[in-house]
């Protein structure tokens, strides 16, 4: 048995601790905890409990010393752009927003009184989206200066509960890069901006590369959990660690990291800060060995996540797919990227509403419901590869779908009509299995990515879907 390696993966809805270890020359994968995960509404603001997410960081760790599988190192990984601000005491100060939240609204004509959006992101390479860190900072800056002004630390979520294990302060890399203040050219912050916005420039830590070591736990989260370890940065971006577990050495193909959001992109050498890519909202995020994710934010599985819930849970996914494949003819369509389903109310009002106004038949059966949000992902993901084919110069032969997305094999087997490419679907615990690679390749058990990708391969089942409409 080879040695043990802890990625406590954070998604928006789920969390959970995985411990991997290599044995035959394979990575073997095992689920030690899971918990629920969600933004509460608190007087109208969307809120995360980060207490409550350390404490199931803490359960989870205790959790592997009851079943004696000790890691020789963790790391934490989370979704992007949210973060906290601690005071001299480092103590948080004032409430963990959530990106879902309302308060950004109008604080990008802020941003852009300032710096007009086309030199933003020219200077930075990161696609417009409201929830993006550089507008809830204005948010701050407007609607709460006096949070912002008592601020001595800036930290992302995963750089805050590493914080809170270590007592080491770190700004890691690939999930900095979200915040829209990082230059793509020093892939440190561009704190000419920074200063220019009016933030608080020394609150911003240097920024820290996936496979630095953190520190060891403190004395007192050892004795709560009962052994020590050393905590390491992985691509603490839940995207940047997907992105490292595409199965394919050369990192070259297309990749759908398939979750609540649909992240689909390639990786470059250098940022592609062109206005070509602006105008058609593509990000250059912060990828492992200074890669860069080329890619687009498309609403993803959040739309068909909201609709079961409304339903109260009672179909599962697998349900909804073959309802939906039933009901495939239904012919309306809507844009998954519009913003009208970021938040809303109602999901499914909001696809009647939206096929209502575009004068198109209303689905209201729930295979009609499923079948126009699986339709109208797959018609994006078509859209999407040709940008990026005619952005990047380049023809790309398949489409790599890494994370929980890649179970869904009816949206895999639309998204293979829809491109015309042989789709890739696999491994679903795409984040946590680059996690752990991070920490293996920082261990020195793995090589690089390239050789961990190829290990990928080897180790997890990876099913392949075909345009069967040719």
């Not at 390696?5 to 994968?29: F, N, P, T």
């Not at 004795?223 to 990192?251: I, Q």
């Not at 070509?276 to 994710?293: H, I, L, M, P």
């Not at 339903?311 to 009208?340: G, H, I």
Request: aromatic share 10%; proline share 3%; with cysteine.
């Amino acid at each position: 048995m080879g040695k043990y390696y802890l990625a406590v993966d954070i998604g928006a809805s789920s969390g959970r601790h995985m411990i991997g270890y290599l044995e035959k020359g394979k990575i073997q994968l095992e689920e030690v905890y899971r918990f629920e995960n969600g933004m509460a509404n608190k007087d109208g603001k969307l809120l995360w409990d980060t207490g409550h997410l350390f404490a199931e960081i803490i359960n989870g760790m205790i959790k592997c010393r009851e079943i004696g599988k000790i890691p020789e190192s963790m790391s934490i990984d989370t979704w992007a752009v949210d973060y906290v601000l601690l005071d001299e005491k480092n103590q948080v100060i004032g409430d963990t927003y959530g990106y879902r939240d309302g308060r950004t609204n109008g604080c990008d004509k802020e941003v852009y009184r300032i710096i007009p959006e086309n030199d933003l992101y020219a200077r930075t390479g990161i696609q417009k989206q409201i929830f993006n860190t550089i507008y809830q900072l204005m948010a701050d800056k407007t609607k709460r200066p006096e949070v912002l002004e008592r601020a001595k630390t800036f930290l992302m979520l995963p750089d805050y509960f590493q914080f809170c294990l270590t007592g080491k302060k770190v700004s890691e890399y690939t999930n900095a890069t979200s915040t829209q203040l990082v230059s793509p050219k020093t892939r440190q912050w561009d704190r000419d901006l920074i200063r220019l916005l009016g933030y608080p420039e020394e609150i911003f830590l240097p920024i820290q590369t996936p496979g630095t070591e953190v520190g060891d736990l403190k004395e007192e989260i050892r004795e709560a959990v009962g052994f020590n370890c050393k905590v390491v940065l992985c691509g603490s971006h839940d995207t940047a660690s997907a992105v490292l577990a595409m199965p394919k050495a050369k990192g070259d193909g297309v990749y759908i990291s398939s979750g609540t959001w649909s992240l689909m992109g390639v990786e470059l050498e250098e940022a592609d800060c062109r206005e070509v890519s602006r105008k058609a909202n593509f990000t250059n995020e912060g990828g492992y060995e200074f890669r860069f994710r080329y890619l687009k934010n498309i609403m993803g599985l959040w739309m068909i996540q909201s609709v079961r819930h409304e339903w109260e849970d009672r179909y599962s996914f697998a349900e909804l797919c073959k309802m939906a494949k039933e009901d495939q003819a239904f012919p309306s369509r809507v844009d998954a990227n519009d913003n009208c389903f970021l938040a809303p109310e109602s999901m499914i009002q909001e696809i009647q509403d939206y096929c209502q106004r575009t004068g198109q038949k209303i689905p209201e059966t729930p295979g009609e419901i499923a079948s126009v949000i699986y339709q109208s992902l797959a018609d994006c993901y078509g859209k999407t590869v040709k940008e990026i084919e005619e952005n990047t110069g380049k023809t790309y032969d398949g489409i790599y779908i890494i994370g929980g997305g890649s179970n869904a094999a009816y949206l895999n087997q639309l998204t293979a009509n829809a491109t015309g490419k042989t789709v890739y679907a696999g491994p679903g615990e795409a984040t946590a299995i680059g996690n752990i690679m991070a920490q293996m390749i920082k261990n020195k058990e793995l090589g690089g990515a390239a050789e961990a990708r190829e290990c990928v391969f080897r180790s997890f089942e990876v099913e392949e879907y075909h345009n069967d409409q040719r």
